[in-house]
């Protein structure tokens, strides 16, 4: 290999407004990447987690790159940067010092926008599990090539690693309760809450999902496909297509099939839903299909189509669940495929495989878990019985 051999990174938003190159040295490659499960990065992505890649520090977005996005003050010295027009979380610009006249600046790219992941990207992991209470994706993306990946309680290197399946140890006091789920985004300017599924939840018409049946979307007899657990939970699952994942940035994208009839703009559920309210600022990313996200964070709201006007895809990193991030007590997780994989394998294939296993892996010790505890409970009922 030459000494001054470099690689091209290519970047782009899903409508293509945005979008950059990055020579990078071939010995700097691959350049290390983390997912950050911490609130503000899920209220700010509507995903589970952000994804940053580190650029090299020779980096710098050219102003016409920088005049079609939208800065959002994320921290007091970082600021995100999403597309004005549909919405894609481009990069991060951050300082070493808030405070300083001439801080030296750094800028993180968000791995979904990156045209090719295998071979340029090293993800070494989690952070900030801790703010998920649940583990959130943590527990569904667990090992990368049979590489297990760094489970950071907080920071990295400056907090404990934490176990797989770990919950907050609060979450074993908690009851179980039916009132509306509170969601929002960074900024506040997307609020809503979701009751939980009811009579009236069966109300919407929808073909069947890419996630539950990819070759046979018909649904003639309108099957409730996005109820689940006997009608008391929405259905939840990860996608993965190009359209999902340069319109928010993220590998991966995380959607509950929620009625809009279940969703309301207050908590007493008197103010009904609609598509556009608050800061939401709408992307058609293709005939009949429309994206929401937040204008002012960019947050990926909601996804919908003109042939299923009653059924809206939720972005679950929006979700505020008692129960933790990925909101069990309302959400009813399908383990057994990743939407749309298809689109993933050419750029990031060792990132859909680590994530398939995973998803799978943990929907077996969920079922596992939840088998355990019937049982359980039926013997502890026997046991009642024989005392009586």
Request: net charge negative; with cysteine.
């Amino acid at each position: 290999m030459a000494e001054n051999a470099t690689k091209t990174l290519k970047a782009r938003c899903l409508c293509g407004a945005a979008s950059y190159e990055v020579p990078v040295p071939s010995a700097s490659l691959p350049l290390k990447s983390w997912w950050c499960s911490c609130t503000s990065c899920r209220r700010m992505t509507g995903t589970l987690s952000l994804n940053v890649v580190y650029l090299p520090g020779s980096f710098s977005p050219t102003e016409a790159l920088l005049k079609k996005l939208t800065e959002f003050q994320f921290t007091k010295r970082v600021f995100q940067l999403f597309c004005s027009t549909c919405g894609g979380h481009i990069l991060a610009r951050c300082l070493d010092d808030a405070e300083a006249k001439e801080p030296k600046v750094t800028w993180d790219a968000m791995s979904g926008t990156l045209e090719q992941f295998d071979g340029f990207v090293y993800l070494q992991g989690h952070e900030f599990i801790n703010d998920t209470l649940d583990g959130g994706i943590s527990d569904f993306v667990t090992a990368i090539d049979e590489r297990q990946l760094d489970r950071w309680a907080a920071r990295p290197e400056k907090s404990e690693q934490l176990a797989l399946d770990w919950k907050d140890p609060k979450l074993a006091e908690l009851k179980p309760n039916k009132d509306k789920v509170h969601a929002q985004c960074k900024c506040g300017g997307v609020e809503f809450w979701i009751a939980h599924p009811s009579s009236r939840s069966t109300h919407a018409a929808s073909q069947w999902p890419d996630l539950l049946r990819p070759n046979a979307p018909d649904n003639p007899n309108n099957e409730c496909w996005w109820l689940q657990d006997n009608n008391t939970k929405f259905l939840a699952g990860t996608c993965s297509c190009d359209s999902c994942r340069l319109a928010s940035g993220q590998e991966i994208v995380q959607w509950a099939f929620v009625p809009t009839v279940d969703i309301t703009l207050d908590a007493a559920g008197t103010v009904k839903f609609e598509r556009q309210f608050g800061t939401l600022k709408q992307f058609r990313s293709s005939e009949e299909i429309y994206r929401s996200f937040c204008g002012v964070c960019g947050a990926s709201a909601f996804y919908w189509a003109d042939d299923r006007p009653f059924l809206m895809d939720v972005a679950i990193g929006l979700l505020d669940a008692p129960e933790g991030a990925r909101a069990e007590g309302l959400l009813e997780w399908k383990t057994m495929r990743l939407s749309y994989r298809e689109d993933a394998l050419g750029r990031a294939k060792d990132i859909v495989e680590g994530i398939e296993s995973g998803l799978e892996a943990y929907g077996e010790r969920r079922d596992r878990g939840e088998r355990e505890v019937i049982k359980e409970k039926v013997n502890e009922g026997a046991k009642v019985m024989v005392v009586r």
